[in-house]
């Protein structure tokens, strides 16, 4: 069986976001026993991974995220566009777009400190979309 369900928010600039209770609940709503959970963002400016979702390490992902592709380098890709995000583009690409993560029981099987968060990499406010799948059994 396959559930799809969709996650909207609002971002602002640089946001990090726990959607692991998002991604829970879904799951809980499939009423699938094992099987995985897909994440995905479609753009190409945001992007999703795991962390351990406290303000230290919120600012660290930040730090090593403007250590990785600084805001103020050039990019091709502003050249050609002019929209000012180059920088984005390049940190969604590095980071990803999606994550699996495996459930049995009908629970995540994530670590105790490791929570499914959304980075918002663009260089403005946006509406967000983020699609979870459930596939299981
Ligand atoms: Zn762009």
Do not use: C
Not at 41 to 57: K, N
Not at 64 to 84: C, L, M, S, T
Not at 106 to 111: D, F, V
């Amino acid at each position: 069986m396959i559930l799809t369900r969709w996650l909207e928010f609002d971002t602002r600039i640089g946001d990090v976001i726990d959607i692991t209770e998002k991604v829970a609940a879904t799951v809980q709503e499939s009423g699938l026993q094992a099987g995985i959970a897909v994440v995905f963002v479609p753009g190409a400016t945001a992007a999703v991974t795991t962390i351990e979702h406290e303000p230290g390490l919120v600012d660290d992902i930040k730090a090593a995220i403007e250590r990785i592709a600084p805001e103020q380098n050039e990019y091709a890709h502003d050249q050609k566009w002019g929209d000012g995000n180059g920088h984005s583009h390049i940190r969604a690409s590095l980071i990803g777009p999606s994550l699996t993560v495996p459930f049995q029981n009908g629970q995540l099987m994530l670590g105790t400190w490791q929570q499914i968060v959304f980075l918002e990499l663009d260089n403005g406010p946006r509406d967000r979309r983020v699609v979870v799948q459930i596939l299981g059994e």
